[in-house]
């Protein structure tokens, strides 16, 4: 137990890989024990991963279950993982919709399974390591290698014009990561200009000291990267094709984590690197949360296509998490970590039962859906549930995340404020608008080709209650009691604003010669 504890990061990293060995050995054309064993080993891995949530200590900002080894030490590059409240219940989600993910695969998943539960498993590897990673060529590392698995995923398993999705999807994030890591290398050589050594350490990076002009350069470099990630509009055309032609684990790992990447680098990478620039730049970026907010809204209005409504009002939900993190208050930052959870939770059941629904009746298009309430209630009350969540109802998840955000937000950014609580009402209206034609329209009115199938339409079986609960558990869970998440996550929070406010001084200075307004 002991050693366990010591490597728990690394562990938790690589025995998904090691599990991708097992496999290797079984015949594909034994699908079933490819499919069982996967799902196990996933199971294992997010049982492993609570170990983190029960030995983790929750009075303090300071990095935990720390790991360094010397790994390119001519370039000062090191194996150095560490985990934090912020990225512990990253971790905790990553390993949680792997899990839930290769349980909702069973049915859809018909061709080359084994590969498939290969490249899942690989891809959780790459997740889990980005988030622990300290060291910033090892983050990177991390980072650009989620791509690969994510491309075949979508391109082989995929619907429609999947080929062209995987594609863009793969060609924007590279072309972001690319611009990132300009500005990461630019950080390297003047920190080592500034102190003679080479180092990748995350931790020795926060102390180099950057004229602010090249901050707003840098910061702008390492933005892009991550707002293409997020995405934050108008960064995020890739996401609506990618998400609606990736099969439906494929939807649940992109909403669900992937998203988390661009927000998780902003908070331990772009914002404490570059706080100057990030200070000077927020009201800006404000601006484009709220655009998001509301443009993502009323493009899922419009939508006629059920898959790609959940991929747009992730652009809306996305920007209020970028309100909440550049509005620099405790309370919303707090609120703005907390509904990236909310996020991942809630989305990722929404396009769990979408993918239901698809199976059953073969087409995305709300037009011809409709009666299934009749044929299908534990479908209907746990679906209505995430939509609620999703709506940000109280007594459910979404409501303690976006409460934090517009309580915080309004202390920094008012007008604004008020004008992203709109966004609030548009959920309602697009979700709840969709939720009652897909569940409750005439199903007369549905074109023929269709009628047929609603008359076999079976309610969710076993397996899929077992893989949606331990979603539907978490949103009434962190619904009325947020304490274990919110405690763990605060202190963290306090030592980021901590970090920005030592450069709350010269940004005050530089907000008074040019005029800057905060509003």
Not at 228 to 248: G, R, S
Not at 311 to 329: E, P, R, Y
Not at 448 to 470: K, S
Request: positive net charge; hydrophobic residues 55%.
């Amino acid at each position: 137990m002991a050693f366990f504890m010591k490597y728990i990061l690394t562990i938790l990293i690589f025995f998904p890989t090691v599990a991708v060995l097992i496999l290797l050995p079984i015949n594909k054309k034994n699908e079933g024990l490819l499919r069982n064993v996967a799902t196990l080993l996933s199971l294992i891995e997010f049982i492993a991963s609570c170990y983190l949530f029960r030995y983790f200590k929750p009075d303090t900002y300071k990095f935990q279950f720390i790991e360094k080894f010397n790994w390119i030490q001519s370039f000062g590059a090191s194996y150095f993982l560490g985990i934090d409240g912020i990225s512990l219940f990253l971790i905790l989600l990553t390993t949680l919709l792997t899990f839930v993910s290769l349980l909702s695969s069973y049915r859809y998943i018909k061709d080359h399974v084994k590969e498939f539960v290969i490249l899942m498993l690989l891809l959780e590897t790459f997740m889990l390591g980005t988030f622990a990673a300290l060291d910033v060529l090892l983050f990177y590392v991390f980072w650009e290698f989620m791509l690969i698995p994510m491309y075949f995923i979508i391109g082989m398993w995929g619907t429609g014009k999947r080929i062209y999705s995987a594609v863009k999807f793969f060609l924007y994030t590279l072309a972001g990561s690319l611009i990132m890591l300009f500005g990461i290398i630019y950080i390297f050589i003047i920190h080592y200009q500034q102190t003679g050594n080479f180092t990748f350490n995350l931790i020795r990076l926060y102390n180099t000291n950057i004229p602010v002009n090249l901050q707003i350069l840098l910061f702008i470099a390492l933005f892009l990267g991550f707002a293409i990630k997020v995405p934050i509009f108008p960064f995020h055309t890739w996401l609506p094709d990618a998400h609606t032609e990736a099969p439906t684990a494929g939807s649940v790992i992109l909403a669900g984590v992937l998203l988390k990447f661009g927000i998780y680098g902003f908070f331990r990478f772009a914002i404490p690197l570059l706080p100057d620039a990030a200070l000077i730049l927020a009201p800006y970026i404000v601006v484009i949360g709220v655009i998001g907010i509301l443009y993502g809204a009323f493009v899922s209005i419009v939508q006629k296509d059920l898959k790609r409504l959940v991929a747009f009002s992730s652009v809306s939900h996305m920007g209020f998490i970028m309100v909440g993190l550049f509005a620099f208050t405790a309370i919303s930052i707090n609120g703005a970590v907390y509904q990236l959870l909310n996020h991942g939770v809630d989305t990722g059941a929404l396009f769990l039962f979408v993918g239901m629904i698809y199976e059953r009746m073969h087409t995305r298009q709300i037009k011809d859906l409709g009666g299934i309430a009749k044929k299908a209630p534990i479908l209907t009350v746990l679906f209505l549930t995430s939509v609620l969540a999703s709506v940000g109802l109280p007594g459910l998840n979404g409501f303690i995340g976006e409460f934090l955000i517009l309580i915080g937000s309004f202390r920094s950014y008012p007008v604004l404020t008020i004008i992203a609580t709109s966004g609030i009402i548009f959920a309602a209206v697009y979700l709840l608008w969709m939720f009652q034609r897909v569940m409750f329209q005439d199903p007369h009115d549905q074109i023929a080709p269709y009628d047929h199938h609603l008359e076999f339409f079976d309610d969710m079986n076993l397996r899929e209650i077992i893989t949606v609960l331990p979603l539907i558990i978490l949103m009434f869970l962190m619904g009325f009691y947020p304490a274990p998440f919110l405690d763990r996550i605060d202190p963290s929070v306090l030592h980021f604003l901590t970090m920005l406010n030592h450069h709350k001084i010269f940004y005050n200075a530089i907000k008074i010669k040019t005029g800057l307004s905060n509003a």
